[in-house]
């Protein structure tokens, strides 16, 4: 019929399309279109080795995953407990200390006789106490320490010294009879030094002194652990010895912290005390944890270093001693920082008058810091208020000990009690280094107008200097009445050799106007007492 049908694909219609060919003919130019024919997308087929890379290559990260996941919790296992992984030795040379790995438990008897060999000999056995045996983490033994002890060639004095701490546990293939020796494994091993000569007698040393001490190590040859108070958390211990220095004696140190859990054993502070008191543990702040307490007390300034226990990130020893300072002021206040500036200056007793007034009308300004700096200033207020309500054996030690508590109307009236009073007083002026000057300094900065520490201050100058030089220094200090400078010049007449309390007053030079003084000063502070 000459129709194209579909159904008959062998046949062409005698009408054909433009660009469409018949199979073997030649192609017309002339019926050929310039726009090529479309291309339709073609169905690929994906390759089965295809598949098997991909899979394969997810495989291999899904692999690489899971190892590192694995090492990294066993890396953490071995990290918080060594021990807790025994068949890790098999796998991992070298992962443990070779006096783990490799040494057997001995008895006490064979390792005093290894010891003796290496020409030391052992202490006397500490025990710590029951923990987890290293070996498998369950079974209860028991922790010692044993000190290593070794004699200094050439010594005539104080010559053994502790070398080296050991820590053992009761092994666990000790024989089980009562006649068979106890086995001990060693778990932890801390070599000890000494504490240099400087450090140790820096408290005695002036800092102008040429004998400052060499770094020769002073050697430690006492062991003993803390009882009663202290931190629950874990064992504390003492290292120390002891030197004397011409007619002093001063006591030295280290504080150690043993921490079961891991079986580690390290020195957390160095300690040294003129006056050969070891540290003590005391509750100070008023929490649950008592503080350390080392006493730096020389003649008649008490000094005490306060230290907190405090948590660090160490797994193997977890807490550190943090000394409670008085640097920076915790509470942003011209009082508090006020308060501050007299403890440095070691008016204690006004320092805490000033924080408890503070703290009183602003409770919300306080921390815990605040809180500590307080316990500090208070525990020194304690001394030299005690020391200053004491009886004295003469009228200038009697001054002085109010002096170094800021009780200045109160040293006033014991210097004017007597003219021995007065003339002894003369001496300790003289020979005051700083300590009184520093004082009378910090007082006036916080209140310039008080007429006794001014008093003070003049009569510093005039036993150091002169008397002209105290007057002239007075006239310059803020608040300064000529009613004053009367009831001053009285008192610095008072330390002329030849004074008498029945000789009529003579009244002193006037000095040149605005003279320069050396001496005490300080710019005084706007803020008023609390």
């Given at each position: 019929?000459?129709?194209?049908?579909?159904?008959?694909?062998?046949?062409?219609?005698?009408?054909?399309?433009?660009?469409?060919?018949?199979?073997?003919?030649?192609?017309?130019?002339?019926?050929?279109?310039?726009?090529?024919?479309?291309?339709?997308?073609?169905?690929?087929?994906?390759?089965?080795?295809?598949?098997?890379?991909?899979?394969?290559?997810?495989?291999?990260?899904?692999?690489?995953?899971?190892?590192?996941?694995?090492?990294?919790?066993?890396?953490?296992?071995?990290?918080?407990?060594?021990?807790?992984?025994?068949?890790?030795?098999?796998?991992?040379?070298?992962?443990?200390?070779?006096?783990?790995?490799?040494?057997?438990?001995?008895?006490?008897?064979?390792?005093?006789?290894?010891?003796?060999?290496?020409?030391?000999?052992?202490?006397?056995?500490?025990?710590?106490?029951?923990?987890?045996?290293?070996?498998?983490?369950?079974?209860?033994?028991?922790?010692?320490?044993?000190?290593?002890?070794?004699?200094?060639?050439?010594?005539?004095?104080?010559?053994?010294?502790?070398?080296?701490?050991?820590?053992?546990?009761?092994?666990?293939?000790?024989?089980?009879?009562?006649?068979?020796?106890?086995?001990?494994?060693?778990?932890?091993?801390?070599?000890?030094?000494?504490?240099?000569?400087?450090?140790?007698?820096?408290?005695?040393?002036?800092?102008?002194?040429?004998?400052?001490?060499?770094?020769?190590?002073?050697?430690?040859?006492?062991?003993?652990?803390?009882?009663?108070?202290?931190?629950?958390?874990?064992v504390w211990l003492n290292l120390s010895g002891s030197r004397?220095?011409?007619?002093?004696?001063?006591?030295?140190?280290?504080?150690?912290?043993?921490?079961?859990?891991?079986?580690?054993?390290?020195?957390?502070?160095?300690?040294?005390?003129?006056?050969?008191?070891?540290?003590?543990?005391?509750?100070?702040?008023?929490?649950?944890?008592?503080?350390?307490?080392?006493?730096?007390?020389?003649?008649?300034?008490?000094?005490?270093?306060?230290?907190q226990v405090k948590p660090q990130r160490f797994v193997h020893?977890?807490?550190?001693?943090?000394?409670?300072?008085?640097?920076?002021?915790?509470?942003?206040?011209?009082?508090?920082?006020?308060?501050?500036?007299?403890?440095?200056?070691?008016?204690?007793?006004?320092?805490?008058?000033?924080?408890?007034?503070?703290?009183?009308?602003?409770?919300?300004?306080?921390?815990?810091?605040?809180?500590?700096?307080?316990?500090?200033?208070?525990?020194?207020?304690?001394?030299?208020?005690?020391?200053?309500?004491?009886?004295?054996?003469?009228?200038?030690?009697?001054?002085?000990?109010?002096?170094?508590?800021?009780?200045?109307?109160?040293?006033?009236?014991?210097?004017?009690?007597?003219?021995?009073?007065?003339?002894?007083?003369?001496?300790?002026?003289?020979?005051?280094?700083?300590?009184?000057?520093?004082?009378?300094?910090?007082?006036?900065?916080?209140?310039?107008?008080?007429?006794?520490?001014?008093?003070?201050?003049?009569?510093?100058?005039?036993?150091?200097?002169?008397?002209?030089?105290?007057?002239?220094?007075?006239?310059?200090?803020?608040?300064?009445?000529?009613?004053?400078?009367?009831?001053?010049?009285?008192?610095?007449?008072?330390?002329?050799?030849?004074?008498?309390?029945?000789?009529?007053?003579?009244?002193?030079?006037?000095?040149?106007?605005?003279?320069?003084?050396?001496?005490?000063?300080?710019?005084?502070?706007?803020?008023?007492?609390?």
């Amino acid at each position: 019929m000459g129709t194209y049908s579909p159904r008959s694909p062998s046949k062409h219609p005698k009408s054909i399309r433009k660009g469409t060919l018949l199979p073997g003919k030649a192609p017309n130019r002339a019926s050929l279109s310039t726009k090529p024919a479309p291309l339709l997308p073609r169905k690929r087929s994906f390759p089965w080795q295809q598949l098997w890379m991909v899979g394969g290559a997810i495989a291999i990260v899904l692999s690489a995953g899971a190892s590192t996941a694995g090492i990294a919790w066993l890396s953490y296992r071995l990290i918080v407990n060594p021990q807790a992984e025994q068949w890790a030795n098999r796998w991992i040379p070298g992962w443990q200390v070779p006096s783990l790995a490799e040494e057997k438990a001995k008895t006490l008897q064979e390792i005093r006789a290894e010891l003796r060999r290496q020409g030391r000999v052992s202490g006397e056995l500490l025990l710590l106490g029951k923990n987890q045996s290293w070996m498998d983490g369950k079974t209860t033994v028991t922790d010692v320490l044993l000190p290593v002890i070794q004699t200094q060639p050439n010594c005539y004095s104080n010559c053994d010294r502790i070398v080296e701490l050991r820590i053992y546990q009761t092994a666990l293939d000790s024989p089980k009879t009562v006649t068979a020796e106890e086995k001990y494994d060693l778990v932890h091993q801390l070599p000890v030094a000494g504490l240099e000569e400087s450090f140790a007698i820096a408290p005695l040393v002036d800092a102008t002194s040429s004998n400052q001490g060499s770094s020769r190590m002073l050697p430690l040859n006492q062991l003993s652990q803390y009882e009663g108070t202290v931190p629950k958390q874990g064992v504390w211990l003492n290292l120390s010895g002891s030197r004397v220095r011409g007619d002093e004696a001063i006591a030295y140190g280290q504080i150690l912290f043993y921490y079961p859990k891991h079986r580690h054993l390290s020195a957390k502070l160095s300690w040294t005390s003129p006056t050969a008191e070891v540290p003590v543990w005391k509750e100070v702040t008023g929490g649950n944890t008592p503080e350390l307490i080392v006493n730096h007390t020389l003649g008649m300034e008490p000094q005490f270093e306060i230290y907190q226990v405090k948590p660090q990130r160490f797994v193997h020893s977890p807490v550190q001693l943090e000394q409670i300072a008085l640097s920076a002021a915790a509470v942003e206040h011209s009082h508090y920082e006020s308060a501050l500036l007299l403890a440095r200056s070691r008016l204690w007793s006004t320092s805490l008058v000033w924080l408890k007034a503070l703290k009183a009308r602003s409770p919300q300004l306080w921390t815990a810091t605040a809180q500590a700096q307080m316990d500090l200033i208070q525990w020194h207020a304690q001394a030299t208020s005690t020391q200053a309500e004491s009886s004295w054996a003469s009228p200038s030690q009697q001054v002085l000990a109010n002096l170094l508590d800021g009780r200045w109307e109160r040293a006033t009236t014991v210097f004017e009690s007597s003219v021995a009073a007065s003339q002894e007083t003369l001496s300790v002026l003289k020979s005051d280094l700083g300590r009184l000057e520093n004082r009378v300094k910090a007082a006036l900065r916080v209140n310039p107008g008080n007429l006794d520490t001014k008093a003070w201050g003049a009569l510093l100058i005039a036993a150091q200097q002169s008397p002209n030089n105290a007057i002239a220094w007075l006239q310059k200090r803020p608040k300064t009445s000529p009613q004053d400078i009367i009831q001053i010049r009285a008192l610095i007449q008072r330390l002329d050799p030849n004074f008498s309390d029945f000789q009529p007053s003579q009244s002193l030079p006037e000095p040149t106007p605005n003279a320069e003084v050396p001496g005490v000063d300080g710019a005084p502070t706007p803020s008023a007492p609390p």
